[in-house]
């Protein structure tokens, strides 16, 4: 495996699609094998995990971590994208904000905490009947989109400001695959009743990578950065197996090793700290599902 295979961790600015740091990825990197982990929003910033080469093949583990962000709540109005971008549908009058007190809302949100039932909003990537729901709302339908289970370990207020027109929350939140931050904003406005929007999202992390591996955009688009490699990546999201030449060269052919005690999936690194291939263990033994190292 050469240094065309490995990761890039890009810090987003916003005013751009997640799709748009892949497009620049694919000229820094000269491939076009380039894909990244986890979507944010346009308007998101932060921690956004580029795959090149074979790369590209782990993105699935690092988008099934857990992840963390720092948010604006913004209370007093409603939109229908539950974000600052998005056309207000209902605005609270200044009386309504301020009947609600900081202890209500510290109460609502500390009962989103652990594992709850939360719906995406309806302008999201999740993708309804094979299309995606914010093709489906720009189009002019309207649904609700089903909700899913999701949880989240964390969700502290650092700061209440208000205005006579809104009040503004910054939130740390740390939660599984598949949350919206969005929806939180809006189901905290919901429940209050003045209705509620996202007005700021920053990723700080992804998985077990932070800002302080980040690269920012403008560096990465022009060419300073630091890519990390296959095994330090894998070392990262995987619990591991050192292998031996033998084992090393059978997994190679894609064949079977002595199944391990350890996790469902997990790497097998050889003797030279080359990532050989991804394992599952199964009754009869642990079975590549996914090889890296060509066969000799």
Do not use: W
């Amino acid at each position: 495996m050469s240094t065309t295979d490995g990761f890039v961790v890009v810090d987003k600015a916003g005013a751009m699609t997640s799709h748009d740091v892949v497009s620049v990825g694919r000229r820094v990197l000269g491939t076009r094998k380039v894909g990244h982990a986890g979507t944010l929003d346009p308007m998101a910033t932060g921690i956004l995990i580029l795959g090149f080469g074979h790369g590209t093949r782990l993105l699935q583990y690092i988008t099934d971590g857990d992840k963390s962000y720092r948010a604006t709540i913004s209370l007093g109005a409603a939109t229908v994208t539950d974000d600052v971008e998005g056309e207000v549908i209902s605005r609270a009058s200044a009386s309504d904000l301020l009947k609600v007190t900081d202890e209500e809302i510290k109460k609502v949100l500390s009962e989103m905490r652990g594992v709850i039932s939360q719906r995406p909003s309806s302008v999201s990537a999740v993708k309804v009947d094979g299309k995606r729901a914010h093709e489906r709302v720009r189009a002019g339908e309207v649904f609700e989109l089903a909700s899913r289970e999701v949880t989240i370990s964390q969700l502290d207020v650092t700061q209440i400001r208000r205005s006579e027109k809104a009040i503004e929350i910054d939130i740390e939140v740390t939660c599984s695959a598949g949350t919206f931050i969005r929806a939180i904003a809006r189901d905290l406005g919901n429940v209050l009743n003045v209705g509620g929007h996202l007005t700021v999202l920053r990723r700080t992390r992804v998985a077990s990578f932070g800002e302080d591996v980040a690269t920012p955009f403008e560096d990465f688009k022009s060419g300073q950065f630091k890519s990390l490699g296959l095994v330090e990546v894998a070392r990262r999201i995987f619990q591991v197996r050192e292998i031996d030449l033998v084992e090393s060269q059978e997994l190679s052919f894609g064949r079977k090793i002595s199944a391990s005690p350890s996790a469902q999936i997990y790497a097998a690194i050889s003797e030279s700290n080359e990532l050989i291939a991804l394992l599952e263990n199964r009754e009869d033994g642990a079975k590549p599902i996914a090889v890296f190292a060509p066969a000799n």
